[in-house]
């Protein structure tokens, strides 16, 4: 059977997408998800009919006193592909002024984990491996860039030391 990588990360807003706050953040949007797009080894995002990501509702459970939690799930090839867009310049750039928009979280917040080829992750399920890796840490059934796991192995690979967020 031929995996892909599912991923997803979530952030709680400081403020409404409508807020000047979020502007710089609302600005790169289009840019960084064109990159992701046009990246090697990139599958898929979710997104609405519209081509909205944004306005996917999900992690309600997660939103605490925040503006609301804000969703970005993707498919891609590999670990690899993934981790060459995440730590690019242009999307390091854009990680760099988080503090500016998102509530710093202190439990897991990005999940990683293999879907046979073809299939799409839904809300549900991003939740799920959220939950899971928040209770149980890196797992085969969900785990991180820094700590990944093979398609059906049960021995963790550690990640590439330039695979550290830049903030």
């Known amino acids: 059977m031929i995996f892909e990588l599912a991923q997803v990360n979530i952030a709680r807003l400081l403020a409404p ?14 840019p960084v998800n064109a990159l992701a797009d046009a990246a090697p080894g990139f599958v898929w ?11 996917v509702r999900a ?6 006193d925040s503006s609301g939690v804000i969703v970005n799930m993707s498919v891609w090839r590999s670990v690899e592909d993934l981790a060459e867009f995440v730590y690019s ?4 750039e854009v ?7 998102f509530e710093r979280m202190r439990e897991a917040v990005t999940a990683l ?5 073809g299939h799409r992750p839904d809300t549900a399920e991003a939740e799920d491996r959220i939950r899971h890796l928040r209770a149980h840490g890196p797992t085969p059934y969900a785990f991180t860039l820094r700590q990944t796991f093979a398609p059906g192995s049960l021995l963790p690979e550690p990640g590439r030391p330039d695979w550290l967020c830049p903030a």
């Open 17 to 30: 997408l409508t807020d000047p706050q979020l502007a710089g953040f609302v600005a790169a949007l289009d």
């Open 45 to 55: 995002r979710m997104q609405t009919e519209d081509g909205n990501a944004t306005s």
């Open 59 to 64: 992690f309600e459970w997660d939103a605490g």
């Open 89 to 92: 310049d242009e999307h390091r």
């Open 95 to 101: 990680l760099r002024r988080r503090r500016e928009w």
């Open 113 to 117: 984990w293999w879907v046979p080829a």
